[in-house]
T-cell receptor, first 114, second 113 residues
Framework: EPEVTQTPSHQVTQMGQEVILRCVPI?????FYWYRQILGQKVEFLVS????????KSEIFDDQFSVERPDGSNFTLKIRSTKLEDSAMYFC????????????FGPGTRLTVL | AQSVTQLGSHVSVSEGALVLLRCNYS??????LFWYVQYPNQGLQLLLK??????LVKGINGFEAEFKKSETSFHLTKPSAHMSDAAEYFC???????????FGEGTQLTVNP
């Protein structure tokens, strides 16, 4: 069964450093998303991406964040200068263009900012 | 704007007992509704979804949910809890396909032997 994959599973970085989180969505999906979950809190939407551009973003997704689809398979989230409060689990998801809106989630990347 | 309220951050049941996890939503348009389950240190797995077809939706692992428009509710039930059901459950709403999911706070389900 096709699935969303994410790398790395755990990333530790120093405050102020840049990080890139990587995702490989399901191959025939055309909508891609990033969510985050701070420990003990609910899952929060960051951004959605369709047709090579951002389709929606939340207030969390400020200028420190960017997304890119560098090739036909990868989808990345970059945080330019990490802060302590960026420590969270980051989930990538993908969905088909139409249909039920079901989003398939990857296993997540745990980001720890020291 | 969409929002989800899950009543009860922690629910504890005995093995074999009924599971009822509550979800109420707010949406300005007919919503798509979802229940996801998260096992410890894992990602989110879809349990079931409502997309304006049948109001009683059956999902995986014996779970089902009923969409009640008049009550703006989408409660999750399972007739008989199993130890393996212990996890965190999230209700989510979306206004349309391809749009953001708005999640509730989550309900941690504990199943006691």
């Amino acid at each position: 069964e096709p699935e969303v994959t994410q790398t790395p599973s755990h990333q530790v970085t120093q405050m102020g450093q840049e990080v890139i989180l990587r995702c490989v969505p399901i191959s025939n999906h055309l909508y891609f998303y990033w969510y985050r979950q701070i420990l003990g809190q609910k899952v929060e939407f960051l951004v959605s991406f369709y047709n090579n551009e951002i389709s929606e973003k939340s207030e969390i997704f400020d200028d420190q964040f960017s997304v890119e689809r560098p090739d036909g398979s990868n989808f990345t989230l970059k945080i330019r200068s990490t802060k302590l409060e960026d420590s969270a689990m980051y989930f990538c998801a993908s969905s088909e263009t139409s249909g039920t809106g079901e989003q398939f989630f990857g296993p997540g990347t745990r980001l720890t900012v020291l | 704007a969409q929002s989800v309220t899950q009543l009860g951050s922690h629910v504890s049941v005995s093995e074999g007992a009924l599971v009822l996890l509550r979800c109420n939503y707010s949406s300005s348009v007919p919503p798509y509704l979802f229940w996801y389950v998260q096992y410890p240190n894992q990602g989110l797995q879809l349990l079931l979804k409502y997309t304006s077809a049948a109001t009683l939706v059956k999902g995986i692992n014996g779970f089902e949910a009923e969409f009640k428009k008049s009550e703006t509710s989408f409660h999750l039930t399972k007739p008989s809890a199993h130890m393996s059901d212990a996890a965190e459950y999230f209700c989510a709403v979306s206004p349309r396909s391809g749009s953001r999911l708005t999640f509730g706070e989550g309900t941690q389900l504990t199943v006691n032997p």
